[in-house]
């Protein structure tokens, strides 16, 4: 079967990338070992957001782009995608300072368009309305606002969306072979054999291993950070929660109403091995319990968690430290003659609009 494009990997990025090349009229076929989203596009904090704490490493274009495809995603998907409000309480000696925090939030709202600007809670508000959080050492409450999403249907609903433009997706098709020759790239996935000129991986986390294992060339790498978030039974809170740790690290408590559950998360522990191996552990559990406790009124036990999930996100690699990482994305194109070869390293689910537009620019499709 001869296509215009391969795209391996079903996630958000091959997804909406997929829907951008198919709305110009491209054929395109769609390749995932799993199912359609089944990787890191499923088992995130389920947050669109621009990226608060990014500021402070001064990724301007990064947030601005980010609270852009968030503008456009609530519009796209209201029932999807909901601006939420975000409660993030500063307390005496964690994290930075209040005035750091106020600044930070006046830059995120200059960014946004003031869209939905932030505002200071009165401490007796939070008091009553956040019962379950400790008010010792409390400075001040600020409520800034992002966008929660169901990640998964989201990124189901690209997919269909693709799908409608004439896009074939193939699901549980591991990939067995990889040849380049004059006429394009030839795949081999079992018995199915699909060609093409143009050849994209957006395999996220296993970009890397996709490309060691068929020696496909590249300018960078990744490094693979992974977010491990435990659910308890009962909302905590009313709205999602935005703490930070004496490590100046962040942590989120976030209420699933449609379940009745909280998420807790997220960790952030570099992964040197192989993706598929990587798994929660009992120090992310204790990591999270542990920091959670510091402010909540009555302790979460280990009995109380009913279930674990870890997502690896595949951030460009850098040599700073995993706190200070961008999530800058970046576009790897090689062209062989009419054969091109597009690598997608790094992204994430807010991006995904932009990302996909820049993608089939880049490509000039």
């Not at 389920?46 to 519009?75: P, Q, W």
Request: aromatic share 10%; hydrophobic share 40%.
């Amino acid at each position: 079967m001869k296509y215009d494009i391969i795209i391996i990997g079903a996630g958000i990025n091959g997804c909406a990338i997929a829907r951008e090349a198919a709305r110009l009229g491209k054929s395109v076929a769609i390749i995932d070992k799993q199912t359609i989203g089944s990787g890191t596009s499923s088992h995130s904090s389920r947050l669109i957001h621009g990226g608060l704490r990014y500021l402070e490493h001064g990724d301007f274009a990064l947030v601005k782009e980010a609270l852009h495809d968030r503008t456009r995603l609530i519009f796209a998907y209201p029932d999807l995608v909901v601006l939420r409000p975000f409660i993030l309480p500063v307390y005496t000696g964690l994290g930075r300072p209040w005035w750091i925090i106020k600044a930070g939030l006046y830059l995120y709202d200059l960014f946004s368009r003031f869209i939905a600007p932030h505002h200071v809670m009165e401490i007796d508000e939070f008091k009553t309305k956040f019962s379950a959080l400790k008010t010792k050492g409390l400075k001040k409450v600020f409520t800034y606002y992002d966008a929660k999403t169901d990640d998964l249907l989201l990124t189901q609903t690209v997919a269909q969306e693709a799908q409608e433009h004439g896009a074939i997706f193939f699901e549980n098709s591991p990939i067995d072979e990889i040849k380049r020759h004059q006429d394009g790239y030839h795949i081999l996935c079992g018995e199915r054999q699909l060609q093409a000129s143009i050849l994209i991986n957006a395999t996220g986390p296993w970009i890397d291993e996709v490309n060691h294992r068929f020696t496909l060339p590249s300018r960078y790498k990744i490094s693979k950070v992974s977010g491990i978030h435990i659910v308890i039974n009962g909302l905590l809170t009313t709205e999602p929660v935005f703490l930070q740790t004496d490590h100046q690290r962040i942590f989120f408590i976030i209420p699933e109403n449609k379940t009745n559950q909280t998420v807790i998360g997220t960790t952030e522990r570099n992964e040197t091995g192989e993706t598929d191996q990587v798994h929660v552990n009992e120090e992310d559990i204790n990591y999270l319990l542990s920091h959670a406790n510091h402010f909540l009124n009555t302790p979460l036990k280990h009995t109380d968690i009913i279930q674990t999930y870890i997502g690896i996100r595949p951030l460009v690699e850098s040599k700073q430290s995993m706190v200070k990482t961008s999530r800058e994305y970046q576009l790897d194109l090689h062209n062989f003659g009419e054969t091109k070869l597009l690598h997608i390293f790094g992204g994430k689910l807010t991006t995904h609009w932009s990302l996909a537009e820049k993608s089939v620019q880049l490509l000039r499709l």
